[in-house]
């Protein structure tokens, strides 16, 4: 049973603010979420993490609901750079044995110009 | 910078051949990751390691051998290659936690 579902693929106009969200009814009290992306010819790379609320970087922003069942990874003013496939991911804060990430197929974000 | 690099970036083996992948990181991490995907899938992870001297099977082993020599260093070996290992290898790094270093990748075609 995986633990996260995004949509498979989302489409967005530069400049705009674009939103993925993720839902993970089971979420242990223990458990993260982690956000990455990985861009065409290069490994994934670490966007932002939180455990509950509202978390802000340079790169983005993240929302967790009050149940923490869903989260919100949040864009402002994308560019055709942004064009990537973001996974979220849910895992204890050390991975659980092993301090181990596991993605899954993530959210295909296009991008138009 | 502190980076994770892979070497060869790309490579072409012959089926039941030896191939050995070579990660290097810079980021003075005790753990390291050798993750495979596949076209149009997330990744896997295949070995991992948090000391030197040290490996450990990930979810998908079968087929493959890790190498740890030094902290900086991980190795991932495939004794007889095979067709169903052609993909993308990708090496990580981190310090425990789970914001990982990735280096850009290996493609790796097996004919």
């Known amino acids: 049973l995986a633990k996260t579902t995004q949509p498979p693929s989302m489409e967005a106009y530069e400049g705009q603010e674009v939103n993925v969200s993720c839902s993970h009814t089971?979420?242990?009290?223990?458990?993260?979420i982690y956000w990455y992306r990985q861009v065409p010819h290069q490994g994934p790379q670490f966007i932002i993490q939180g455990y509950k609320d509202y978390v802000v970087n340079e790169v983005a922003s993240l929302f967790i609901s009050a149940d923490r069942k869903l989260s919100t990874l949040s864009l402002p003013w994308v560019s055709l750079r942004d064009a990537a496939v973001y996974y979220c991911?849910?895992?204890?804060?050390?991975?659980?044995?092993?301090?181990?990430?596991?993605f899954g197929t993530g959210t295909l974000l296009s991008v138009k110009p | 910078e502190a980076a994770v690099t892979q070497s060869p970036r790309s490579k072409v083996a012959v089926t039941g051949g030896k191939v050995t992948l070579s990660c290097h990181q810079t980021?003075?991490?005790?753990?390291m990751y050798w993750y495979r995907q596949d076209t149009g899938h997330g990744l896997r992870l295949i070995h991992y390691s948090y000391v030197a001297d040290s490996t450990e099977k990930g979810d998908i082993p079968d087929g493959y051998k890790a190498s740890r020599p030094s902290q900086e260093n991980f190795s991932l070996i495939l004794e007889l290659a095979s067709l169903s290992q052609t993909a993308v290898y990708f090496c990580?790094?981190?310090?425990?936690?789970?914001?990982?270093?990735f280096g850009s990748g290996t493609r790796l075609l097996v004919i």
């Open positions: 089971n979420i242990a009290t223990s458990e993260y």
């Open positions: 990580a790094s981190s310090d425990g936690g789970l914001d990982y270093t």
């Open positions: 980021n003075n991490h005790d753990y």
């Open positions: 991911i849910v895992t204890d804060r050390y991975g659980g044995s092993g301090n181990k990430l596991i």
